[in-house]
């Protein structure tokens, strides 16, 4: 019987590599984990986490406006971002420190290196250019931010430099029409940027309900959000102390930052994966399997390297699901339909299941739908409305979808998942007594249809 170092070896730190590892060695198997830059991936490091304490800093803009109306008189303000990032780097630091001591303590062997791979059960190891060889090798590396190949790209910076800038840009621009660059134009106009969002589609969130997007984009105008649809960049060029970004339409905007969220990519390039006969897709994407499982068959791949849903809560599931098939004896498949996700724009949207679009192009639809101020505007004066929708498939009854913008959309959306998870009808849902007063007791009392 061949013998290997590892049962298992991870090369990745991230969401999905981390509880991929994790379980395994809690499984009993021999683990070891490489990452060449910071336990956590991007999520912990540059994703999620510290993009979330930048909405909450931003956030404070609107509400400092709308305690106004319910009496407050707030002196002086200022804001500082450099201490915003010293607390943010420490909270994420501190969480670092929590991903590396859990797998520590599981029994993972961490390498804090880069990793290659070297064959089907070898991996190579650019600390100390050694190779290891393991049973099972697990590709858990990522994306990066992907740039157009735009003229003065280069002056350009991501999500990645977004979160460690100096000094917060006076006037920015934010390229792209995703998850990545609606809420960083959210951010940077919520702290007191002047900000110019610029997606070349005509409408931005793409994929999502068209109602939901329409709601989303007046909302951040009404912010102060420049928002320009159908327009895109044609050079970037440095003037002096500041940027003069030239767009197709033919506005030049002068900016002192102009950051690119125009997607991501799978950091797949020199892993050495295909010479070892992996498969990978034209994006550059790990080919798996319903049970992450590459060409090879003792190489596997989980989160944003394989092209399938690219949100931490899924990495985790793809991971975990990998350890139950792989070392607990269970073959297990990832559950990708009906992932609840939210977009911490400013409103926030939470949603789940099919947008009307999609369900329409499926069979007949029911939509039930209430835009409302919510109470926490009435008084302070604000004008933003909720957005909260239905889809209803008109025979089963089922709820095919549920689509919320306004404040707290995201926590509402993790429950209403279950809900749609569950296959509840809108029947289920007009049986559920409502929670007074809150904004979500409209998602159970829709009486009739719109459409
Ligand atoms: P997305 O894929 O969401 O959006 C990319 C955007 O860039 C789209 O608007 C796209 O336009 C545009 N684009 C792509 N290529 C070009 C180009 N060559 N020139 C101009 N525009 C271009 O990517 P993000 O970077 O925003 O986010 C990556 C992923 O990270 C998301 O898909 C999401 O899964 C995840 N994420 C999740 C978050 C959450 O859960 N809250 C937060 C942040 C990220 P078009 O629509 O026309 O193709």
Same mark, same amino acid.
């Given at each position: 019987?061949?013998? =290997? ?7 990745? @730190? ?62 002086? /303000? ?6 915003? *990032?010293?607390?943010?780097? %420490?909270?994420? $630091? ?44 697990? *590709?858990?590396? @990522? ?36 998850? *990545? ?54 050079? *970037? ?77 899924? $990495? ?6 990998? $350890?139950?098939?792989? =070392?607990? @004896? ?13 977009? =911490? ?26 835009? =409302? ?14 957005? +909260? ?26 429950? %209403?998942?279950? %809900?749609?998870? +569950?296959? $509840? ?21 829709? /009486?009739?249809?719109?459409?």
């Amino acid at each position: 019987m061949t013998s =290997f170092d590892y049962d298992l070896f991870v090369i990745g @730190g991230g969401s999905g590599g981390v509880r991929a590892a994790r379980m395994s060695a809690q499984m009993g198997a021999r683990v070891g984990l490489a990452e060449e830059h910071r336990f956590g991936g991007t999520c912990v490091i540059r994703g999620c986490v510290p993009k979330k304490l930048l909405v909450y800093a931003a956030s404070f803009a609107s509400a400092f406006e709308d305690a106004a109306g319910f009496g407050w008189t707030l002196g002086q /303000r200022s804001f500082d971002w450099t201490k915003l *990032i010293a607390a943010k780097d %420490a909270e994420i $630091a501190r969480l670092e420190g929590v991903y590396a001591r859990n797998l520590d303590a599981a029994g993972v062997e961490l390498h804090r290196c880069r990793a290659t791979v070297a064959g089907p059960h070898e991996v190579r190891l650019a600390g100390n250019d050694r190779a290891v060889t393991a049973k099972h090798i697990l *590709i858990a590396t @990522g994306g990066a931010p992907f740039v157009p190949d735009v003229p003065g790209a280069h002056h350009a910076i991501t999500s990645n430099e977004a979160f460690d800038l100096p000094h917060l840009p006076g006037r920015v621009a934010v390229i792209g029409g995703g998850y *990545i660059a609606s809420e960083f134009a959210g951010i940077f106009n919520g702290l007191g940027a002047q900000t110019t969002q610029i997606y070349r589609g005509k409408l931005f969130l793409r994929g999502f309900d068209e109602e939901v997007r329409l709601h989303v984009a007046e909302a951040m105008r009404a912010r102060g959000v420049d928002l320009r649809f159908g327009d895109d960049v044609a050079a *970037i060029d440095r003037e002096g102390d500041h940027l003069s970004l030239r767009l197709t339409g033919g506005d030049v905007l002068a900016v002192d930052a102009v950051m690119y969220a125009t997607g991501r990519r799978p950091a797949t390039r020199g892993l050495g994966l295909e010479e070892a006969g992996v498969r990978l897709t034209e994006g550059g994407a790990v080919e798996v399997d319903g049970f992450s499982q590459s060409a090879v068959p003792s190489i596997y791949a989980v989160g944003d390297v394989t092209d399938r849903l690219a949100l931490t809560p899924v $990495a985790i599931r793809e991971g975990a699901a990998f $350890a139950e098939t792989v =070392f607990g @004896g269970r073959p297990t498949q990832a559950d990708h339909s009906d992932v609840a996700t939210a977009v =911490f724009t400013q409103p926030e949207i939470g949603t789940v299941g099919l947008t009307e679009e999609q369900a329409r192009a499926e069979g007949p639809v029911e939509i039930y739908r209430a835009a =409302f101020r919510p109470m926490m505007n009435t008084i302070s004066g604000r004008d933003e409305r909720m957005l +909260m929708k239905l889809v209803v498939a008109k025979d089963s009854r089922r709820v095919l979808g549920v689509h919320v913008v306004g404040p707290s959309a995201g926590e509402m959306i993790q429950l %209403a998942g279950i %809900a749609v998870k +569950m296959r $509840a009808t809108k029947e289920d849902f007009d049986r559920t007594v409502a929670v007074h007063p809150t904004a979500a007791e409209e998602l159970v009392t829709l /009486r009739d249809p719109v459409a």
